[in-house]
Every structure is written in structure tokens, then in C-alpha cells.
């Protein structure tokens, strides 16, 4: 199963550099690395990176982050997946731009 991570630009372009990530400000605070499943993504984006332009979706197979990736309940009671530990650039299995179309963010096929 993919699950997604959300980055603003520089945030990305810092994780290609480092080959890892601890993740966002918010994720550090937390002390784990948000994602998404693919039917949460669009609600996280609207909720968190309303009109944020510059953003890339990153898609991760939840199956080969092992034990560190814990679901648990999160908005509304669902069940999100949380990673605790840095996420290293080759469980990536792919990113593409996730631009803005008329105030709303484009997840295309995704969606």
C-alpha cells in the first residue's frame, strides 16, 4: 500500500541533499513524520497547505517502513500512518509536483 507525505519545496529539495528527512517543523514537534493514505491526502492538503504553492507529493510503500510505521488515530478518529524515524530518499518510489488549480491542489490520478 502507498501512503503520501506532503513537502513544500525547500523541504523536498532538503531531503534529495541529505538523502533523509526527519520531516517538517510540525513532524519534529510531534516527534514523528505525518502521511497520508490516498483517501486522506486531498483533506490533509486542504487542511494544512491551503493556497501553498511549490508543494510534491511524495509516495512511500508503507509495507518496507517496518515496525516504525504506526497507525493511529488521528482527525475524526481515522487511523493515519506515522513514522517514527527518519525517512530515507530510497523508500521513495516516486514524487511529482502537486500544484495549485483554482485554490485547490491537483492530485489527479490520486484522487
Same mark, same amino acid.
Given at each position: !500500500?502507498?501512503?503520501?507525505?506532503?513537502?513544500?519545496?525547500?523541504?523536498? /529539495?532538503? !531531503?534529495?541533499?541529505?538523502?533523509?528527512? @526527519?520531516? /517538517?517543523?510540525?513532524?519534529? /514537534?510531534?516527534?514523528?513524520?505525518?502521511? @497520508?493514505?490516498?483517501?486522506?491526502?486531498?483533506?490533509?492538503?486542504?487542511?494544512?497547505?491551503?493556497?501553498?504553492?511549490?508543494?510534491?507529493?511524495?509516495?512511500?510503500?508503507?509495507?518496507?517502513?517496518?515496525?516504525? +510505521?504506526?497507525?493511529?488515530? @488521528?482527525?475524526?478518529?481515522? +487511523?493515519?500512518?506515522?513514522?517514527?524515524?527518519? +525517512?530515507? !530518499?530510497?523508500?521513495?518510489?516516486?514524487?511529482?509536483?502537486?500544484?495549485?488549480?483554482?485554490?485547490?491542489?491537483?492530485?489527479?490520478? +490520486? /484522487?
Amino acid at each position: !500500500m502507498l501512503i503520501y507525505k506532503i513537502f513544500r519545496r525547500d523541504e523536498w /529539495a532538503q !531531503m534529495q541533499a541529505d538523502g533523509l528527512t @526527519s520531516g /517538517a517543523p510540525v513532524d519534529l /514537534a510531534d516527534g514523528f513524520i505525518h502521511f @497520508s493514505t490516498a483517501g486522506q491526502a486531498q483533506d490533509t492538503a486542504a487542511k494544512h497547505f491551503a493556497g501553498a504553492e511549490g508543494l510534491w507529493l511524495v509516495a512511500v510503500d508503507a509495507d518496507r517502513l517496518g515496525p516504525d +510505521l504506526r497507525w493511529e488515530v @488521528s482527525r475524526g478518529g481515522a +487511523l493515519f500512518p506515522h513514522l517514527y524515524r527518519p +525517512l530515507r !530518499m530510497s523508500e521513495v518510489i516516486w514524487s511529482r509536483p502537486l500544484p495549485l488549480r483554482d485554490g485547490v491542489h491537483d492530485f489527479g490520478a +490520486l /484522487a
